[in-house]
């Protein structure tokens, strides 16, 4: 009984580490963002990519990573809404010039790869519009 407590007591220890094994690594990332609209399923804009490096501090806060891309369009963003739960960080995201939108998603980190989707509603000559989209990303080495 008392070497069941034991393996018990060091598998909950262990816990934590497992759970920081799932934080994207420090380093140089290049992530991707596809977009569609909704309401044209012809139209796609063009894919965004970016290369940014990532920090010990970014690769512990999923929003300082997907902030840029996420808000793309628009400025004064906020979150008002996140969520970190294993590997998977889910949002709400708020901003309001030059085009005022509203973006939630739910992206999954490993320590060296992301993905996910996005749905982004803007308003453009007083109609919402909607964009769903799909971020990938991967670390392609150091800073």
Same mark, same amino acid.
């Given at each position: 009984?008392?070497? #069941? #407590?034991?393996? $018990? ?6 816990? =934590? ?8 690594? =420090? +380093?140089?990332? *290049?992530?991707?963002? *596809?977009?569609?609209?909704?309401? *044209?399923? +012809?139209?796609? =804009? ?7 490096c990532l920090t010990q501090a970014d690769a512990r806060d999923p929003s #300082? ?11 004064? %963003?906020?979150?008002?809404? /996140?969520?970190?739960? $294993?590997?998977?960080?889910?949002? &709400? ?6 085009? =005022? ?7 999954? !980190?490993? &320590?060296? &790869?992301?993905? +996910?989707?996005? /749905?982004?509603?803007?308003?453009? &000559?007083?109609?919402?519009?909607? !964009? ?10 150091? %800073?």
């Amino acid at each position: 009984m008392t070497h #069941r #407590r034991l393996l $018990a007591c060091l598998a909950l220890l262990a816990l =934590p580490s497992l759970a920081v094994a799932d934080d994207p690594l =420090p +380093g140089l990332w *290049e992530i991707s963002l *596809e977009a569609r609209v909704a309401a *044209e399923p +012809g139209f796609q =804009p063009p894919a965004q990519s970016t290369s940014q490096c990532l920090t010990q501090a970014d690769a512990r806060d999923p929003s #300082r990573v997907l902030g840029p891309l996420a808000g793309s369009g628009g400025a004064d %963003c906020h979150y008002t809404r /996140t969520g970190y739960e $294993a590997s998977v960080f889910r949002f &709400a995201l708020q901003c309001t010039s030059p085009l =005022p939108l509203s973006t939630t998603g739910e992206v999954t !980190f490993s &320590a060296s &790869a992301v993905h +996910g989707t996005m /749905t982004t509603v803007s308003k453009i &000559a007083g109609h919402d519009v909607e !964009f769903k989209s799909t971020l990938t990303g991967r670390r392609i080495g150091d %800073c």
